[in-house]
Structure formats: C-alpha cells, structure tokens
C-alpha cells in the first residue's frame, strides 16, 4: 500500500536554541566601542539640547506636524526629501563598498540587530550565568530558580525593548514634553502604536528570533553574499594550517608539542569547538564561508585565545581572501584595493558625497515658486495696455522672521505693481503667497517677451534669486 | 502494524479508499493560516456588536457603538455609528478650523485684508474654492470672463463699480442689466452711423462722417443713447451701462472682428436686439456674509479691483 506515497521531508527545520559563550579579545572589545557609541547617540541624542528661536530647543527634532526636520542648525522641508534619497543611496554604496573589500562588516559589527542581540545575549549572561548555566538552566525543570531568573531576563528585555520604543517616538516631539504626556496618557495615539509595535518587534527580533533575522528575514545579508569576490577579506579558518593532511588533533600526550604534530600530518586546530560556541549565528566556521556567518570576528578571538594557550601562532581563524589561502603558501592577509569594482564604487560614492555635500551647503535660507496665472494669461485694460499677472511663493525657511523684496530687471520703470508693496515679511517656517502685477503699453509689448523677477532678503542680499518669466500679450499668441 | 508504520512516516491521508487503491492526501492548511481566519472570524463577530451590520426586517441592528455631532439645525444629536454622522462630525471640525481665519475677515476692514500677506494667502486659497464652486460658471475658472456672456473680472472695467463696496453689493443682491432694442426706432443706417461712432471712440478707424451723424444721433431725442451712457459716452456705474470708450466689449465682440464692417455689424447687432441678459444672481441666500466679503476680496484681488 505504498503507491503514490512520497518520502516525507520537512521544510523547516526547528530551531536549536543557540547559547554563546563569551569571549574576549580585539574584535569583542571593538564591538563593545561600536556598542556604546552607538547606544550614547541613539538614547542621548533626543536628549540633547540646542538653542533655537520660536522651536523646542532640541538637537534633533522630527517635527511631522509642522512638517520641518531639525537637525543641529540645518532645518529640513519637504522640498529636501532628495537629500534623504541621496543619502539612502550613498549609504546603498557604502554598503556594496564596504562588502567588496571586507565582507559582511556592516552586519557583524554595526547592523542594529547584531547590537540589540549582543546587549540582549549581555543581559542574559549576566542573570543566568556564561554559556553551561544557561544550558543546564534551560534543560532543567520548571522551578523557582528557573523561573525567577527567566523572568527576570525576560522582564530586563521588554524594558530595554520599550525603552528603545520610547526613544525612538522622543525624536518626534520635544522629549522632556513627550515623555510626561506619555506616561499621564495625554501623547497623540500614533505614539503609543508606535512605541508598543517597537517594543513588540524589538523584544522579538533581539530576545527571541536572533540569527534566524539574519537568516531568514533580512535581504541585505543574503545578497551581500552576492558581492563577495575571490579577493574580499572575510573571517575564514586557514584549512590547510589547521587541518593539515591527517586531520585535527586534540593536544594530547606528545600532540601538545607542535613540531611532532606536524611531522605527524595533524594541523594546528586542537578541535575544542570554542570558536562554534561563541558564534551568535550558530555555525562552524571550519566549514568554510557561509551564508549565515555575520562576519563578527568572535570566532578569530575565540581561537586566537586558544592558540595564545597552547602556544601556537595566532591566526588559523583569521580575516583572509579567498585568492590568498588558496595559494600553496598565503601570504600576510592585507586588504586589496586595487580592483576596477572598488575604485569604482569610491569613485561613485565621492562624488555622491560631494553631491550631498555641495547640495546642503548651498541651501537657500528661502524657497521661491514663481507662477504666471494662466486663466486668463493676458488682460487688456481700458486704456489698451496689456497685463499679465504672476503668483509669487515665497517659503521663509530660516529659523528667523525675514523680510523679503520683490523687484524686476528687464522692464521698464513702473510696470510692477505688487499688493503688498515692496516688501514682504514672512514668518519663520510659513509660507506666503504674493500677487504681482506687470503692465506694459501695447507698444512695449513686443520688446519685452521675458523678464526677471529678483527676490531678495532683505537681511542677506547677497542670497537673492533670480526667476525668468515670460509676458504674454495677444501678439505671442498669433 | 506495518500499515500504521507505514502511514506515520508518509504524507497522511484522508483515510478514504476508492477502486481499492485510490486514496485522496490530507495536506491541511498551515496553523498560522487557520488560526488567523478563527481571528478574523472572531473580529467580525465582535464587529457586529459595535457597529450596524445585520438586516432585520425593514431595519438593521444598530450596534453598540455612538457617535454625537450637531446637526444643521445646531442641535447635539447622539446616534449610533455611521459614516454618514461621522462625515457631518469632521465636516463641523473642518469649519470650526477655517473659522478663526472667517473671522479675521469677517472683522478687519477690506484693505487692510489684502495688506496682510498671511490673509490675504487664506483669502487666495479659500477665495479660489468658493470662486470654482459659485462664480466660475459664467466667469470663468480665473475670472476672464466670457466674451458676449460673463463679464471679465480681471481688467480695470467695471460696469456696476470695482470698489470693494461696489463689488460686495454686487455678489449680495445681482444684478441685472437690461439696454432697449431699437430696431423699430432707428434705420439701418442710423445703426449704421451709431455703430461708426461708438467703435470712434475706441480709436477704429471707421468713416468720419457716418461717425459724425452718429455722434449727433447718439445725443438726440431720436436714439437717446446719452441718456443711459452719458454725454460722454463712458457709462454710468449707478445704472450698470458700459463704457464705450475704451478696448474693453463685453457684447459686441469687436476685438476678434478682423474687419470694420464686422465690428460695425457686432456693435449693431446690439443696438438693434438690445439686450436682456446681463443678468447676476443674488447670492445672500446661498452664502454667508463672511463668504460674501471674501469673495469680495478675492475677485478685487483678480487683477481688476480700484
């Protein structure tokens, strides 16, 4: 009775719950200095205070109602969304940039998730115990240890969770203000979605899902792999020092001294599976690049401090390029720049960068539309002279109240005829809209079939914009 | 024995045989996908009690859920939920957020609103709406008007005043313009010599002496034109009668008439039908005065106002 019945296969696979031990060494202590920096910015940053005029005093202030971004002394509008498409792009190379030359650096060291697991797996130590205590924990039944110290892991995670929540919604509003209307209930609805969705996702992705993040759900790290050339430097096990040609040895009886294990064929790799331990993505490195490995180095520390131990050279797990451990002797792993795809991509990200650069230096304190009223484009008045009309905004977009004049070049005297007079003031962060009038006899009509209009602030003259316009009469139209 | 090994470690069946050996899989949908269509099948029960969803009879529950708003009437009116109360509710919520600006209209004296550059952008904004809804039927989406229909907004003429109280006695109570027929009073030519002089006056090079024996009709018993359009011929604001002396023609279309004796025939045309046309609604019944003055504001603002 077994027609038609195929062999079961899961496609899943459950996952085994990944404890890592803790180790020290030059790239943990550089992931810590990532680590802290990047947490002072991201948790002290709503906090810091700057003077403005008119405006909460914060450094950095995403103000959605007014629609304005402040950060430090540049003020943002809407206007300025291509800044942050540049910049998304920028960062886009960066990232292929930094993946050709060195691998998965962004994801090991700088990627959110990495440092939220790292200070969730911190906290986790430090309540439960390294790596055999939180085994023999989890393995154990349900008692009062087990659950007051799960409890109180989990309870620290939500915490820092909600914490990076409210953080996140202080960017928002002016923090101090923020915070209080948030805990007497009296903050907009979208914070508290906002807040308790971070908590959700950031207790869940950092407490409970970890690696299979990386794995399974995050793009970037999959097609990163994609970038890798035979020359990017990735952390990879040295096969040939390590395993030699008879294999690993644990340093056993003669196998401790490393001359006779080499006469003997065994590598310098003692099998003690301390680098497998310390992985946060849970694999071997032994087996060779993988696409689940984030690149973080602990690996290297892991075995350097082995080595350190049994006195052996460091390195056997080492950052190294492909092209170099395949030769018959590597030589001393170094970085290799000298690719048309790297000084490509420099080339690209200079001049982005510069772009950016440029773009934000030569911002104007005010934004001008001019519009020329098009129903009807012309006018002709009693007397037969012929008027069109322009529709001037002007956007203040200084932290100051300014005063701006209108004036034309290109037209005879008189011909400009504004509502507001020669000046208009404009409140800082509104926007006005002036009408300008332009009356011209119906001989001057045809010498003048385009003018400028010149808006100058009257605090920084030196800033004034010029606009072409056209004046239409019926002698355009035929 | 072997038949329950067997099935523990293939694909699970339905457990019904046909022919023998024809058996059908059992391959259930994922847990997450049942358990989210209970979810949902919950949330639409949970739905029903808060808000009208089944019919009953010639009506409907009406759920729990309430919703207060005032009525047109301003009475506080609480029912329960609906989309229709909801739209009333926001629309109050909208109003009440322009008001403060009506307001502002309502008490600072015309010029002074179209001096304040931050007004008058509310006026431009807000004006332009009410403009496209009431106004822009006959006049037009920008106010120009429409040539032997609406008259021009945008130009420096004006027929019944362009001052601001001219303009808003205009919107509130209409107007309506009315000029006599004179095809049984005058000849042809007399139309003829009338036309000639008033197209004079705009500067058209037409026969001097028909345009002569015009003027003299134009201010004789006979035709009796001055009596509406002055001595001078430049209208009176009072009665709504036009200018004939400047490049601005509402019912003859004389600026697209390529040729005099065209322009001769439109200007005609008018004297011999005359006209009862020109007629503007009243609009104090369908907009508020505050509406009123902004618009009064804003067709000034056109381009056109003194």
């Keep these: ?478 | 024995m072997s038949q329950e090994k067997l099935q523990s470690h293939t694909v699970q069946t339905t457990g019904h045989a046909w022919d023998g050996d024809l058996q059908e899989y059992n391959n259930p949908i994922p847990t997450w996908w049942q358990y989210a269509f209970y979810i949902s099948v919950l949330a639409a029960v949970v739905y029903w009690f808060i808000y009208p969803a089944w019919p009953v009879g010639t009506g409907f529950t009406t759920g729990f859920d309430t919703i207060t708003y005032v009525n047109d009437k301003g009475v506080k009116k609480t029912t329960h939920w609906n989309t229709r109360a909801l739209f009333i509710k926001e629309n109050n919520e909208a109003i009440a957020a322009q008001k403060p600006y009506f307001d502002k209209v309502a008490s600072l004296p015309f010029d002074q609103i179209a001096k304040n550059p931050e007004l008058n952008s509310f006026v431009l904004s807000a004006g332009k709406q009410l403009f496209s809804d009431n106004c822009a039927a006959c006049h037009q989406q920008g106010g120009a008007g429409k040539m032997g229909f609406a008259p021009n907004l945008t130009d420096d003429d004006w027929l019944y005043g362009g001052h601001y109280a001219n303009i808003q006695q205009t919107i509130t109570n209409g107007r309506h313009g009315y000029m006599p027929p004179f095809a049984q009073v005058l000849t042809d030519t007399q139309m003829t010599q009338l036309a000639d002089y008033v197209l004079s006056l705009s500067h058209n090079a037409v026969n001097p002496e028909s345009a002569k024996a015009g003027d003299v009709l134009f201010h004789s018993e006979t035709a009796a034109c001055y009596y509406c359009h002055g001595v001078d011929a430049k209208g009176r604001q009072v009665l709504g009668s036009a200018n004939l002396t400047d490049s601005i023609w509402l019912w003859a279309d004389v600026p697209d008439a390529k040729t005099i004796p065209l322009k001769e025939a439109a200007v005609k045309n008018v004297i011999r039908t005359g006209l009862n046309k020109g007629v503007m609604p009243t609009w104090k019944d369908r907009l508020s005065p505050e509406q009123i003055k902004l618009l009064t504001v804003y067709v000034h603002e056109l381009g056109g106002g003194k």
């Design chain 1, 1 to 478: 009775m077994n027609v038609g019945i195929e062999e079961p296969r899961a496609l899943y696979q459950k996952r085994i719950p990944i404890v890592t031990r803790s180790v020290k060494g030059r790239f943990r202590n550089f992931k810590w200095g990532v680590m802290v920096l990047a947490y002072a910015v991201y948790f002290g940053l709503p906090w810091l205070p700057w003077t403005r005029e008119g405006v909460a005093s914060q450094a950095i202030m995403f103000d959605l109602g007014q629609r304005r971004f402040f950060i430090f002394d540049l003020v943002m509008y809407p206007q300025n969304v291509f800044w942050l498409a540049l910049l998304l792009f920028i960062a886009a190379i960066v990232l292929f940039f930094a993946t050709t030359l060195i691998g998965r650096a962004f994801c090991g060291y700088f990627c959110f998730q990495t440092l939220w697991t790292d200070i969730f797996v911190w906290i986790e130590k430090l309540v439960q115990g390294e790596r055999p205590a939180r085994i023999r924990l989890q393995r154990q039944p349900w008692n009062k240890e087990k659950i007051l110290k799960l409890g109180a892991t989990h309870t620290l995670w939500v915490l820092l969770s909600f914490w990076t929540g409210m953080t996140f919604v202080l960017y928002y509003g002016y923090a101090p203000d923020l915070l209080a209307r948030f805990f007497t209930g009296h903050a907009a609805y979208a914070a508290y979605v906002t807040v308790f969705s971070l908590t959700v996702s950031t207790y869940a992705a950092a407490g409970l899902m970890r690696e299979q993040i990386c794995a399974y759900v995050c793009p970037y790290g999959r097609f990163q792999s994609v970038m890798y050339d035979p020359e990017t430097m990735a952390v990879a096990y040295d096969a040939k020092r390590g395993d030699a040609t008879q294999g690993r040895a644990a340093p056993k009886g003669e196998l401790k001294i490393r001359e006779v294990r080499q006469n003997k064929g065994y590598g310098d790799c003692i099998d003690c599976g301390f680098c497998v331990q310390v992985c946060p993505a849970g694999i071997d490195i032994r087996d060779g690049l993988q696409y689940a490995c984030i690149s973080c180095g602990l690996c290297i520390d892991a075995c350097n401090t082995i080595m350190d131990s049994v006195g052996y050279p460091r390195g056997l797990i080492r950052y190294d390029s492909e092209a170099n451990l395949a030769k018959p002797v590597p030589a001393k792993p170094r970085i290799d720049w000298m690719r048309p795809k790297v000084l490509g991509y420099s080339i690209l990200l200079s001049v982005m960068t510069g772009a950016l650069i440029y773009s934000i230096a030569s911002r104007t304190t005010f934004e001008h539309d001019v519009q020329q009223i098009r129903q009807p484009l012309y006018v002709v008045l009693s007397n037969g002279d012929i008027r069109n009309r322009y529709q001037i905004r002007l956007t203040n977009k200084s932290n100051k109240d300014m005063r701006y004049r209108i004036t034309t070049q290109g037209l005879p005297h008189g011909a400009l005829d504004l509502d507001e007079g020669q000046a208009v003031t404009v409140h800082s962060g509104n926007s006005v809209v002036v009408q300008a009038s332009i009356k011209l006899t119906p001989q001057q009509v045809g010498k003048y079939p385009r003018f400028d209009f010149v808006i100058t602030p009257l605090s920084q003259p030196k800033d004034k914009a010029i606009e072409q316009v056209n004046f239409y009469s019926r002698k355009n139209e035929q």
